[in-house]
């Protein structure tokens, strides 16, 4: 494609040049760059830093448009990503302008294909477009389910509570009925082990006399949930709460916690048929919900209480935005010896989605580093996700 | 643009693709890369495709892996012969060799049928691998595939492990029913492929349906673009633009009014339910968009189409 003249010369030159690529400077940026995106909640790690530089290299870098698709065919793996990729970029390697921004995602270059008068009608199209959804004359049709899912737990009311729930128990019973694709011999199994029964006939002669069968396997997770139900989680103690009730009985093989300042044990209180009940029943047996939050010492006193709870093939899921009022080294301790015993450490923070959102603060900080999975879980389909995470641990 | 690049951009093109340079970069970088493409998008915008002209550029075979719920490691990966393993217990019938030496006959290599992944690996020449609808297999599938694409190696009770002898160019399509892991993701090279714009279907009706009368192009192009802003329990793809262009034709229909839609509703859409919502709730207003476009004079572009667009339901 021919390279692009008159709306590039009127650029002011880049604060980063990609179109001066000296190798340390080139190495430099494109690591700061990965670092943005990382800030920015896209997981690029070393790994990919390295493919970005190796993609740089296999491209015409001269060619900003080559580069930009090059960075984000590596950087962005879904539409999502792409997204915030795409501003980032901007930012990143260009200083803003005014005119640069792409009208609706498109690449940068797409729209200059021919010259200033499709970027003046690109701009006036986005204008009006602008305009014309602020004026709110025609509403997007959503189906309820899907608002429901994207909606923020902290914003739901009580109406709402009953469909949240079937949702809920829907996640909880793929959960708990997962299939394995490991398949084991069995007298009744639905598939025929062809393997095996010819093997058999050997023994015969070839003569197949019997059938021989397998059946997938049906892996079963063991979870413990700890969940923070202390004053600055009260927004989403309560729905977390249901989605542990769903799922605890779903699974039949979860433990659960809830700490604020001290640990109580409430798998009982929440086996219970009823749901309002068992919350009630929760909320009578944990004197001090919503008040401060001793992450570190409740952990503690539930690896000592409860040791029996954990093995190799359980998943321990910690849920809470980790503003630990205790003493830090106390969480970084007992972090490290839940790691060594649990199979698993999922650690789910609905704080973890709000825009700008860093874990900072100090008792997330020293908790990090001894979790496998750092998650949000501020709605369903972040919930969505942690079963995910359930069916990989077996 | 890179040499290369430029060729695959060719080569697209002259396979009736019509390129973009996103598409063409992607399968570059996997190529150069050595890395899975993954590509992702809604059903018919041609992500299978892709990895077609991918194995015509690297002069090479493509095998396909066409996944779906309950695919297992044996259609995946390697199947024993059953019907030649009977037949020559048989032919051995006679035989007094022991069992153990009779048994280890049968499950030899000449009694193993590969199938795609085992295929895909044990060629003499690279080929391109396909592993189509990804997100349709379950994830166990998606977990088990991850350990081939990166061992490069399978291991068989009866035989042993079986080493790479190529490592295959390997291209992922997803449809998006199901969100896929982030190991797989974080292991590919991405690539969305959206609808085509206005500009771009118009082309691809243009070429692909020879002698289409230029107006009613760009009115099926327009309309195309104006009905996948509703939403629908399947939007049409390009494959339903092209099947519709020629029944519009086989019609004699000349330009598109409500009789002609109609007619050929059945053609673009593949549920009831969308062509009765199509036509009772949406068709109205499409028509009334088009025939704005028409009194703003021709040739129609894509910002003109995408405002009439955003006035019949702003994009999602």
């Known amino acids: 494609m021919e390279r692009r003249s008159g709306r590039e010369d009127r650029r002011p030159a880049p604060a980063a040049a990609l179109d001066r690529p000296r190798r340390g400077t080139l190495v430099a940026h494109v690591v700061g760059f990965c670092r943005l995106l990382r800030r920015r ?12 530089l190796r993609a740089l290299h296999a491209v015409d870098l001269a060619d900003r448009r080559e580069a930009y698709l090059a960075l984000r065919a590596v950087l962005a793996s879904s539409p999502d990503a792409q997204r915030i990729f795409d501003a980032a970029f901007w930012e990143y390697w260009m200083p803003p302008t005014g005119d640069e921004q792409p009208a609706d995602g498109r690449a940068p270059g797409e729209t200059a294909a021919d010259g200033q008068q499709a970027l003046d009608r690109a701009l006036l199209d986005w204008e009006e477009a602008g305009e014309a959804a602020a004026d709110g004359e025609s509403m997007p049709a959503y189906s309820p389910v899907e608002v429901l899912t994207r909606k923020d737990f902290s914003t739901f009311s009580a109406d709402e509570l009953d469909e ?9 019973r793929r959960v708990a009925t997962r299939l394995s694709r490991r398949t084991r011999a069995a007298r009744r199994g639905h598939l025929v082990d062809l393997r095996r029964t010819i093997r058999h006939s050997l023994r015969r002669g070839g003569e197949i006399l019997e059938i021989l069968r397998r059946e ?58 009823d749901l309002r009940a068992a919350l009630d029943e929760v909320a009578r047996q944990v004197p001090d919900w919503s008040g401060g939050t001793k992450i570190g010492r409740s952990l503690r006193a ?68 001894h979790v496998d999975v750092f998650a949000p879980a501020h709605n369903l389909e972040s919930l969505r996700r942690l079963e995910r995470y359930l069916a990989r641990t077996s | ?8 951009h060719e080569l697209l093109a002259r396979g009736g693709y019509i390129a973009d340079r996103t598409i063409a970069t992607s399968v570059y970088l996997s190529i150069a890369l050595r890395k899975p493409l993954l590509i992702e998008g809604a059903a018919g915008v041609g992500k299978t495709e892709v990895a077609k002209v991918m194995a015509r550029a ?23 012969n059953y019907q030649k393993q009977l037949l020559h217990i048989r032919l051995m019938e006679g035989s007094d060799r022991p069992v153990a030496e009779r048994e280890a006959e049968i499950f030899s290599e000449a009694f193993l049928l590969k199938r795609p992944l085992l295929d895909a690996i044990t060629r003499a020449q ?21 350990e081939v694409l990166s061992d490069f190696q399978v291991s068989i009770p009866e035989i042993g492990t079986v ?76 494959a339903e633009t092209l099947d519709w262009s020629a029944a519009l034709i086989a019609l004699h229909r000349e330009h598109l009014d409500r009789a002609a839609v109609e007619e050929t509703l059945g053609v673009l859409f593949k549920h009831q339910d969308d062509a009765a919502a199509v036509r009772g709730q949406w068709l109205d207003g499409i028509l009334d968009g088009i025939r704005t476009l028409e009194g703003a004079g021709r040739p129609w572009n894509g910002e003109a189409v995408a405002r009439i667009a955003d006035r019949l339901q702003p994009r999602r």
Not at chain 2, 58 to 80: K, M, V
Not at chain 2, 220 to 228: E, G, K, N, W, Y
């Open chain 1, 164 to 172: 949240i729930t079937a949702v809920v128990f829907a996640i909880a």
């Open chain 1, 41 to 52: 909640g896209l997981s690029v790690g070393a790994a990919e830093a390295a493919d970005a």
């Open chain 1, 216 to 273: 997938r396997k049906i892996t079963k997770t063991r979870v413990v949930l700890l969940c923070d139900v202390s004053g600055s989680m009260d927004l989403y103690s309560r729905f977390l709460i249901q989605f542990v009730y769903a799922l605890q009985h779903a699974v039949g093989r979860v433990e659960t916690f809830v700490f604020s300042t001290g640990l109580s044990e409430v798998t009982g209180s929440l086996a219970r048929t």
């Open chain 2, 58 to 80: 690297l002069e090479t075979d493509l095998i396909r892996l066409q996944c779906y719920e309950g695919l297992d490691a044996t259609t995946a990966l390697y199947e024993w």
């Open chain 1, 302 to 369: 539930f690896l000592d209480r409860h040791a029996g709870a954990l093995d190799h093939r359980t998943v321990a899921i910690i849920i809470s935005d980790g503003w630990d009022t205790g003493d830090a080294e106390v969480l970084e301790e007992a972090m490290a010896e839940l790691r060594r015993r649990a199979g698993r450490v999922i650690w789910l923070n609905p704080l973890l989605a709000s825009p700008g959102y860093e874990p900072i603060c100090q008792g997330m900080r020293v908790a990090l580093p």
């Open chain 2, 1 to 8: 643009m890179h040499p290369e690049i430029a060729r695959i």
């Open chain 2, 126 to 146: 690279a080929p391109v691998l396909l592993v189509d609808e990804i997100d349709r297999a379950d994830e166990e599938f998606e977990a088990f595939l991850l």
């Open chain 2, 163 to 238: 080493a790479a002898t190529t490592v295959p160019y390997v291209v992922l399509t997803s449809n998006r029913t199901r969100e896929l892991g982030d190991a797989l993701r974080r292991r590919c090279l991405y690539l969305w492929i959206d609808y085509p714009t206005f500009d771009k279907e118009l082309e691809i009706v243009q070429r692909k349906v020879p002698g289409i009368d230029a107006h009613l192009a760009e009115q099926i192009s327009a309309f195309m673009q104006l009905v996948r802003r509703v939403r629908l329990e399947k939007t049409p793809g390009v």
